[in-house]
């Protein structure tokens, strides 16, 4: 039998217990709701858009996609360097940028393919490059068949579907997968058509196919532009040159319900007197001291030989590195 005196203190010791309960989760549902930069499940409707940067890359075409280097604050972006046409696969190119723009260097990837999104993995110091890349005979000639491969990112180099340097995921061959990484959290989206495939990145690089996730996206997001992934969420860009069937759209899902969670028309550029704009790839940064996440995205302007290569960014904190 418990006594008066000591039924007090147990039941104002559960009063206090339970307090602090309620307390913590109300905590951490400011944390994970009511600070949308800092949640997983980032809203990148509530911000404006800034201009980030111009990029000087390498050649005369246009941007295809970009991806950070959030450890060294570098910008890797990919280009179509040679399109002959006729059956002769596309080689594609690789520039390396402080994060303010300025190139650094590059490195060509040839009868590769497109460069559509690749992905950026720093691995013990070193960069390593996913994407996938094309089956060509001898002389380019395609063979309709696809690797998914990584290397080392190694400035000047010029690497063909031989190259020592690429290691191919076997257990993905023969299927168009285009890739993209989060790599402070380890994990990989293989894009095929309309599907999206998230994969712990460890499993993959030791030969494994086991899918921790899937988005079916809808098909009136069928012009893509980019992907993304930041904490089981895949960010999907799309929309068509000079918003002539479709607009420019971010979206993102959620891998793990397959919810569509937010989505917001990207309108820079838009009602302006341009002959020439594309949204060409997305990025989720993570700003490694404060945590905050910043939605990026690529947009093409301008004629053929003077196309300029811009990233615009919503929520990026500025003052740390420009």
């Known amino acids: 039998m418990i006594d008066k005196n000591r039924k007090k203190v147990l039941t104002y010791t559960f009063s206090i217990g339970f307090l602090m309960i309620v307390v913590l989760l109300m905590n951490i549902r400011v944390q994970t709701k009511d600070n949308p930069i800092q949640a997983g499940k980032y809203d990148f409707t509530l911000s404006n858009a800034n201009e980030f940067a111009e990029l000087d890359i390498t050649w005369p075409s246009v941007l295809q996609s970009f991806v950070i280097d959030e450890k060294n604050n570098h910008i890797y972006a990919t280009q179509v360097i040679s399109a002959p046409g006729n059956g002769i696969a596309e080689s594609f190119g690789i520039t390396r940028m402080s994060i303010d723009g300025k190139r650094l260097d590059s490195m060509e990837l040839e009868f590769a393919g497109h460069g559509t999104n690749i992905g950026l993995e720093n691995r013990n110091g070193k960069i390593y490059i996913w994407a996938s890349y094309d089956k060509t005979n001898g002389n380019g000639a395609l063979l309709g068949d696809w690797k998914l491969v990584y290397f080392e990112y190694k400035p000047g180099e010029r690497y063909n ?157 500025l003052e740390n590195y420009k």
């Not at 532009?225 to 930041?230: F, K, M, N, Y």
């Open 161 to 317: 579907q031989n190259s020592p340097e690429l290691i191919e995921l076997t257990q993905f061959r023969g299927t168009y997968y285009i890739p993209t990484i989060d790599n402070k959290n380890r994990q990989i989206v293989l894009r095929h058509g309309m599907m999206a495939y998230l994969y712990n990145l460890d499993e993959v690089i030791v030969g494994k196919k086991n899918p921790i996730g899937t988005v079916n996206v809808p098909e009136d997001l069928s012009y893509f532009q980019g992907h993304s992934v930041d904490e089981g969420i895949l960010y999907w860009y799309s929309g068509d040159t000079n918003r002539m069937n479709y607009p420019f759209m971010v979206t993102s899902f959620d891998f793990y319900t397959g919810e569509r969670l937010y989505q917001r028309e990207i309108y820079i550029g838009k009602g302006a007197s341009l002959d020439f704009i594309e949204p060409e790839g997305i990025y989720i940064y993570t700003d490694p001291i404060t945590k905050n996440k910043a939605l990026m995205v690529g947009i093409v302007t301008g004629p053929v030989g003077g196309r300029i290569n811009s990233v615009y960014t919503y929520n990026f904190p």
